[in-house]
């Protein structure tokens, strides 16, 4: 089965501009992630998806990041304007309903850089 | 509330030698415990997953980790390193989310 698809890779741009990150799950899978992972950090979480709804964006940082997941598939990222701080690998992963006793099933991430 | 201590951010062996990553976890509640791989510029893979049944996991590549309610631990080991077990190591653990430890990064030394 193909696995979780991510686009951009790399996207480098200058602070202030938006930029947009895409996420395709695995097929059935109905839980959505999007984490990002700093330099020599581990992954931390910004939102969780079960279908369209978003049960879990409490470290998502409202005044500049959104997203959506629009018919329970695929779902996008967007930072608004971008901060110097921003740059990190944005990953998205997903996984069967209940997962947190099974596995997440990482895309390769996107990884932002912001001049 | 959960989370994971991974002890040495860095760590080196020589091919061939046992690979030992320490993870230590804290958990209010009976954990799920998780070993991911990074490999550079890639996403996460699991090597291994802890789900109270057996307490010594068997994962890919040669990797085990051992459940040790008593010391709080899931420490992975891999009796003899290779070149390609270079990489990122992350332990989790899991309850209403995932928690990633800060990782340890492996270096094999030829």
């Known amino acids: 089965e193909a696995g979780v698809v991510q686009s951009p890779r790399y996207k480098i741009i200058e602070k202030k501009q938006p930029v947009a990150f895409w996420c395709n799950p695995i097929?059935?899978?109905?839980?959505l992630y999007w984490y990002r992972q700093n330099l020599g950090q581990g992954p931390e979480l910004l939102i969780r998806y079960e279908n369209e709804e978003a049960v879990d964006d409490s470290q998502l940082p409202k005044d500049r990041f959104s997203a959506e997941r629009l018919k329970g598939v695929d779902s996008t990222l967007k930072i608004q304007p971008a901060e110097l701080g921003d740059s990190a690998v944005y990953l998205c992963?997903?996984?069967?309903?209940?997962?947190?006793?099974?596995?997440?099933?990482f895309g390769e991430g996107s990884r932002l850089t912001v001049l | 509330a959960q989370s994971v201590t991974q002890l040495g951010s860095h760590v080196s062996v020589s091919e061939g030698a046992l690979v030992l990553l320490r993870c230590n976890y804290s958990?209010?509640?009976?954990?799920?415990l998780f070993w991911y791989v990074q490999y550079p510029n890639q996403g996460l893979q699991l090597l291994l997953k802890?789900?109270?049944?057996?307490?010594l996991v068997k994962g890919i590549n040669g990797f085990e980790a051992e459940f040790k309610k008593s010391e709080t631990s899931f420490h992975l080991t891999k009796p003899s390193a290779h070149m390609s077990d270079a990489a990122e190591y992350f332990c989790?653990?899991?309850?209403?989310?995932?928690?990633f430890g800060t990782g340890t990064s492996l270096t094999v030394i030829p």
């Open positions: 802890y789900t109270s049944a057996a307490t």
């Open positions: 097929s059935g899978h109905n839980t």
């Open positions: 992963a997903s996984s069967r309903p209940s997962a947190y006793t099974g596995e997440l099933f």
């Open positions: 989790a653990v899991s309850g209403n989310q995932f928690y």
């Open positions: 958990s209010s509640v009976p954990p799920y």
